[in-house]
C-alpha cells in the first residue's frame, strides 16, 4: 500500500483540502475525538468484565480489586453489577460528545462549502453557465456538499471510534494473551488486501452515479421550466423516455454500488469467522495456566473485533464517495472567476461610448461572431441596432457590460477601454434590459428595486413604475407593489413584464441604456405603452437599443444594420431609406406585415 498511484496522491489532497475546512471548528473537533476515545476505552472494559463475572460464579465473595485502598473492599457480588452500570454511563458521556461535537463540525462544514461554492458560483465568467448544465451546477451545491460531509465526518466517526477500538481491543488482546493475538494477527493482511481492491471499485461507481444523478436533475428541471413547450409541441413521449433513460441508469449504477457492498461485506466476514474459528481451536488447545473468566473475556474481546475491522474496511467506501463529491466541489471552487483586472473607477461617466475595430469569437468556437464593429454614440444619442436574427446584436450588447471578454478590437466607455474600468464599476454605468426578462419570485417592488437598488425609497420606485408605464396596471394588481409575481413572472403578460423589466433599468438612472428589445410579438396597446415609456428611458441617456420593429428607432441618430457579425449599412432613418439598400428592404418588407393600425383612443 507504499506506493502511491496518481490517482491516490490526488485523492489524498483532495481530502485533505476538506480537512482545511475543519481548522475553524478545530476545538469541537477535538472534543468529539475526546468522546470517541471515551467511548472506544469501554469497550474492552465491558469484555473484561465478564471475566470477574465467570469467576465470581465459583467465587462471589472475592474482592475485585485485591490490595486497593477503599474500592479492595468491594466484593465481587457487588462490584460487578456497579461496575457494569458505570463504564456504560461513561461509555453515554463518550457517545454524546463525540456524536454531537462532530455532528456540529459536519453541519458547520456542510454550510461553509455550500456558501463558498455560491458564492463563487456568483462570479464565474457567463462562458461557464453557457458550458455547464444548470441541473449539475444544482446538485453541486444541493447533493455533492452532503455526500462530501458523509466523508469528512461519518469516516473521521468510524477511523477514530471504531479504530481505536480495535486498538484498545488489541492491545487488551495483547496483555491477556500474546502467543494467541500474535496468531490472529497472521490474518490481517488478508483483510487489509480486499479493503484495497474494493476501494477501488467504490469510487469508480460512485462519480458515475453523480452525473447520473445529475441528469435526472436536469432534465426535470428543463421539463418544469419548458413545461409549455413540451405540452404544445407534444414532447411528453420524449420526455419521458428521456427521463426513463437516465432514471434507469441512476437506478442500475446505484445498484451497482450496493452488489459491490453486498458481496464484498460478508466474504469480509467469512474470513474474520474463520480467523475466529482457529481462535478458538487454538484457545481450547493452548488453555494453559488462564481462568476460565479469563478465557471468556478473551474470546469475547476477540469476539468483538470483527464489527469494527468491518466498519473500517466500509469506511473507504465513504471517503471515497466524499472524495469523488469534492472533487468537483474544489473543480468549481478552482474555476477562475470572472476576470477583473481593471483598476479604473468613475463615480459618473458621461455616457460616450466608442466601439472600435471589434471582433468577436464565442470562446472554444472558430469563427467570428462580430468582425470589424466600428461606431460611436455621443453621450444622450441613440444608437440602434437592426438585423436578422443570429447577426451578433445581443453579443455586441453582452460584451458591453463585459459578460465576454473581448480579445479584438476596443470598446471604450468615456473614452476608457472597459476592461480597465473595476467590473463592478463599470456595470454600475450600465442598465441592461436583456433580450429574455428574468424576473425573480418575488414582489413587484423587489423585482424592481433588485440588486444594488434594494431598499430603494418606494417613492422612486413608483416614479421608475410610472415612467416605465407600469405603474397603470400594478395598481390593478391585487395586492398593486406587493403583488408576488411568480416563477419569473409568470403570473403577469410578456408585455408587463418587460414593463417591469425598464422600470428597473430606469430606476438604476445609468448614464448608458442597452435595451435588447424581445422578439416577441407584443400586441399594438402593449407595443404602444413600451414604446412610449422607451421614449422616456432614453431621454438624458446614452441608449443602444436593439429593435426587431423597425418602427421603434424611427428616432434614433444612428441606425446600425447588422448582417452576419459585420455593420453593413449605417446612418440616420431617412439616410438609409434613401439609400434604398439593406435596410429600405427590412423595411418594406415589415410594412407589409405589419397592416397598419389606425390609433384608437384609449382612456388609461
Ligand atoms: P436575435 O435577433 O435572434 O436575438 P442576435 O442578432 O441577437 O439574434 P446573437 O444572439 O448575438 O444574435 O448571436 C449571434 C451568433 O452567436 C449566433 O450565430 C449564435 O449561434 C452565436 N452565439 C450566441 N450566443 C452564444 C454563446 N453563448 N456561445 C456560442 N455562440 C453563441
Ligand atoms: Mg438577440
Do not use: C
Not at 407593489?481 to 425598464?502: F, H, K, M, P, W
Not at 440616420?572 to 397592416?595: C, I, P, T
Amino acid at each position: 500500500m507504499s506506493q502511491d498511484s496518481p490517482a491516490q496522491t490526488s485523492s489524498l489532497k483532495i481530502y485533505f483540502r476538506l480537512l482545511g475546512y475543519v481548522r475553524p471548528y478545530i476545538g469541537m473537533f477535538a472534543l468529539s475525538i475526546v468522546g470517541f476515545l471515551i467511548f472506544a476505552s469501554t469497550q474492552p472494559m465491558l469484555a473484561g468484565i465478564l471475566k470477574y463475572f465467570v469467576d465470581g460464579l465459583n467465587n462471589p465473595n472475592a474482592s475485585m480489586f485485591p490490595g486497593w485502598p477503599i474500592v479492595g473492599g468491594l466484593h465481587l457480588v457487588q462490584a460487578v453489577p456497579l461496575m457494569i452500570i458505570l463504564i456504560a454511563a461513561w461509555q453515554g458521556v463518550g457517545s454524546f460528545l463525540g456524536n454531537y461535537f462532530l455532528a456540529r463540525v459536519s453541519l458547520g462544514l456542510v454550510h461553509d462549502l455550500r456558501v463558498a461554492l455560491f458564492n463563487h458560483m456568483l462570479r464565474l465568467p457567463n462562458r461557464y453557465f453557457d458550458a455547464n448544465n444548470s441541473g449539475h451546477l444544482i446538485s453541486r451545491i444541493t447533493f455533492n456538499v452532503t455526500m462530501v460531509t458523509g466523508a469528512a465526518t461519518e469516516a473521521i466517526k468510524v477511523v477514530i471510534r471504531e479504530g481505536m477500538t480495535v486498538i484498545f481491543l488489541f492491545a487488551s488482546l495483547l496483555w491477556m494473551n500474546w502467543k494467541l493475538t500474535l496468531v490472529m494477527v497472521a490474518i490481517l493482511p488478508l483483510i487489509a488486501l480486499m479493503v484495497t481492491s474494493a476501494s477501488r471499485k467504490f469510487r469508480k461507481q460512485s462519480s458515475k452515479i453523480q452525473s447520473a444523478m445529475g441528469d435526472v436533475t436536469h432534465i426535470t428541471s428543463e421539463a418544469i421550466q419548458g413545461y409549455r413547450v413540451v405540452r404544445s409541441f407534444g414532447g411528453e413521449t420524449y420526455e419521458q423516455q428521456r427521463f426513463l433513460d437516465s432514471s434507469t441508469a441512476n437506478t442500475d449504477k446505484q445498484l451497482t454500488m450496493t452488489k459491490t457492498g453486498a458481496v464484498y461485506t460478508p466474504m469480509l466476514q467469512l474470513v474474520i469467522y474463520s480467523a475466529m474459528a482457529v481462535l478458538m481451536f487454538l484457545v481450547l488447545w493452548l488453555r494453559g495456566e488462564a481462568s476460565a473468566g479469563d478465557l471468556v473475556a478473551y474470546i469475547t474481546m476477540a469476539g468483538l473485533l470483527p464489527k469494527p475491522i468491518r466498519q473500517l474496511s466500509e469506511v473507504s467506501s465513504t471517503i471515497q464517495r466524499g472524495v469523488a463529491g469534492a472533487e468537483s466541489i474544489f473543480e468549481q471552487l478552482d474555476e477562475p472567476a470572472e476576470r477583473d483586472e481593471g483598476r479604473e473607477e468613475r463615480e459618473r461617466v458621461q455616457g460616450r461610448l466608442e466601439v472600435r475595430n471589434l471582433t468577436f469569437r464565442y470562446p472554444g468556437t472558430e469563427k467570428a461572431v462580430l468582425e470589424g464593429i466600428d461606431f460611436v454614440a455621443e453621450p444622450g444619442q441613440m444608437v440602434a441596432l437592426v438585423g436578422r436574427s443570429g447577426s451578433g446584436k445581443s453579443t455586441l450588447a453582452n460584451l458591453i457590460p463585459r459578460f465576454y471578454q473581448h480579445e479584438e478590437g476596443e470598446i471604450l466607455l468615456d473614452g476608457l477601454e472597459i476592461q480597465d474600468y473595476r467590473l463592478n464599476n463599470l456595470r454600475r454605468h450600465i442598465a441592461l434590459v436583456t433580450q429574455h426578462v428574468t424576473l425573480f419570485n418575488d414582489s413587484v417592488t423587489n423585482n424592481i428595486a433588485y440588486g444594488d437598488l434594494a431598499g430603494a425609497p418606494m417613492e422612486q420606485v413608483k416614479a421608475a413604475a410610472e415612467a416605465a408605464y407600469a405603474d397603470e396596471f400594478i395598481q390593478r394588481l391585487p395586492q398593486q407593489y406587493d403583488t408576488q409575481v411568480g416563477e419569473n413572472g409568470v403570473l403577469l403578460s410578456g408585455g408587463q413584464r418587460q414593463r417591469l423589466a425598464i422600470a428597473r433599468a430606469l430606476l438604476k438612472n445609468a448614464p448608458l441604456l442597452i435595451l435588447d428589445e424581445a422578439t416577441s410579438a407584443l400586441d399594438t396597446e402593449s407595443e404602444r405603452h413600451i414604446q412610449a415609456a422607451l421614449d422616456r428611458v432614453m431621454q438624458g441617456r446614452t441608449t443602444l437599443v436593439i429593435a426587431h420593429r423597425l418602427s421603434t428607432i424611427e428616432k434614433a441618430d444612428l441606425i446600425l444594420v447588422m448582417d452576419h457579425g459585420r455593420i453593413v449599412e449605417r446612418g440616420s432613418h431617412g439616410e438609409l431609406l434613401a439609400l434604398n439598400g439593406y435596410y429600405a428592404r427590412l423595411h418594406a418588407k415589415q410594412f407589409e406585415e405589419v397592416a397598419p393600425v389606425a390609433p384608437t383612443s384609449h382612456a388609461e
